[in-house]
């Protein structure tokens, strides 16, 4: 059974590396901030995971949710600075940008 949780945990971390790749590459800070998210719930579900393969589920649930709800509040913050700095450039106005300027 550790077995299949192992093959679960990689194909999870692999899932993170793809989900990495949006944040680093992402055209808006939109794409990132939601990138970020995605790898903060990710990384719960893989701290479950490795509670379930140690056979220490109660210690691990508590980390992972003490990590989803860290992730939560940074992506609620990063948003709400975003919203109020005014300068979240979506798809849509970088191409109206481009497009003014020639």
Same mark, same amino acid.
């Given at each position: ?5 192992? #093959? ?14 949006? %944040?680093?590459?992402?055209?808006? %800070? ?7 998210? %995605? ?21 691990? %649930? ?36 481009? *497009?003014? #300027? *020639?």
């Amino acid at each position: 059974m550790a077995d299949i949780f192992m #093959a679960f945990g990689i194909g999870l971390l692999l899932l993170i590396l793809v989900s990495f790749y949006r %944040v680093i590459s992402g055209p808006t %800070v939109l794409d990132r901030i939601l990138g970020g998210n %995605v790898i903060g719930s990710q990384t719960s579900v893989l701290l479950l995971l490795i509670g379930l393969i140690y056979g220490n589920v109660g210690m691990f %649930v508590d980390i992972a949710l003490a990590y989803a709800l860290l992730n939560f509040i940074t992506t609620l913050g990063a948003a709400k600075y975003f919203l109020r700095r005014g300068s979240v450039h979506l798809e849509s106005d970088l191409q109206e940008g481009k *497009e003014a #300027a *020639e």
